[in-house]
């Protein structure tokens, strides 16, 4: 059983005074889960400055991706997390190479402002081992992991999971105690396997429905791979999660909630009970429309009442402490 921290309750902070939401479902899909949740899978918003230059690498189009302090500010994420009453998450968080140190200080700023309930992966903006050890040696503690790791995304299409280059990352990882977090491409259980035996002293969190086939297989086989079930599983309903726009997304995901939540009972019931410990909830948040009072109450929703129809014995492992587990793990 992981072990829970005795200060890993709700921060006290004053934000939760101002944010809190009773539980106010809109489809009555009884019963609910009532504790705390922890967000395993959160893409924290980028700096003003990486924005910008991603938007240049896209024809100086907006992406939907929020820039933090113009879209959404940090206060507003703490206050969605109050409401909704999740506890911590995992953030991924990347860094802008052409101004490092403005960077860095946002990641301190974010692990400070938040308690240190959001714990930050790095999503590594070069692949280069040495810099990486340097970073995490001149930041030590900032960044609980790595992540995402998306293989199916263009800079990292060209590699699989079991590439030297990411063998060499998995190193750093070990050194400095650090999760990794991948997003497989289709086709690479053989390499994601590699990985996993290779790398005994690395903890591996997995997502996506790539792997939503073989992960029991993987955590039958291997002590050392999570896997979060999140949106990327529970409701991708075919890119909507993503592309939105969110009201067609609201309307769908009421019509659909109940098929969806008995697909996802029959899918994944029965292997979470079989492996207590090794899975967790998420919400894969992360554009700009996500940010949203509606859109909030519907993902709490769905999550309260997936995690009731659990057996009672891993309720709680997988809405929070599972997650708040293998943080605490070396
Ligand atoms: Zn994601």
């Known amino acids: 059983m992981p072990s829970t921290s005795p200060q890993a309750v709700t921060p006290p902070t004053t934000l939760s005074k101002t944010c809190a ?20 899978h959160f893409h924290m918003p980028s700096s003003r400055g ?8 896209h024809g100086g189009e907006t992406t939907s991706d929020p820039v933090l302090g113009k ?6 994420i703490l206050c969605f997390f109050n409401k909704e009453e999740v506890k911590g998450a995992i953030g991924f968080y990347a860094l802008d190479p052409t101004s490092l140190g403005d960077t860095l200080e946002v990641a301190r700023n974010i692990k400070e402002e ?11 903006i070069t692949l280069d081992a040495e810099k990486l050890d340097s970073l995490h040696q001149s930041n030590a503690g900032l960044f609980k992991g790595y992540g995402e790791l998306g293989f199916y995304d263009v800079w990292l299409k060209p590699l699989t999971p079991s590439d030297p280059k990411l063998f060499n990352i998995y190193k750093v990882a070990k050194k400095h105690g650090l999760i990794v977090m991948m997003h497989p491409d289709a086709g690479q259980k053989s390499n994601i396997e590699t990985a996993l035996q290779n790398n005994p002293g690395v903890n591996f969190l997995l997502h996506g429905f790539q792997a939503e086939n073989y992960i029991a297989d993987l955590i039958d086989r291997y002590p050392n791979v999570y896997f979060s079930i999140d949106s990327a599983v529970l409701y991708p309903m075919m890119g909507l999660f993503m592309s939105g726009p969110k009201e067609v997304f609201i309307s769908r995901f009421e019509q659909e909630f109940d098929s969806m939540l008995s697909q996802n009972i029959s899918k994944w019931k029965g292997t979470i009970e079989r492996y207590p410990n090794r899975f967790m909830w998420g919400t894969d948040r992360g554009v ?12 709490e929703e769905f999550a309260r009442a997936f995690i009731a129809r659990l057996d ?5 492992n997988y809405a929070y402490k599972n997650a708040e587990g293998l943080l605490q793990k070396r």
Do not use: C
Not at 71 to 76: A, P
């Open 50 to 57: 990486l924005a910008e230059m991603m938007s240049q690498k």
């Open 21 to 40: 939401r009773p539980f106010s479902p809109k489809l009555g899909s009884v019963p609910y889960y009532t504790g705390p949740l922890f967000d395993a």
């Open 71 to 76: 879209d959404v500010t940090l206060e507003e």
């Open 312 to 316: 009672l014995s891993v309720q709680e």
């Open 114 to 124: 938040s308690l240190g309930s959001i714990a930050l992966f790095l999503m590594p």
């Open 288 to 299: 700009k429309w996500h940010y949203n009072e509606e859109i909030s109450i519907l993902f």
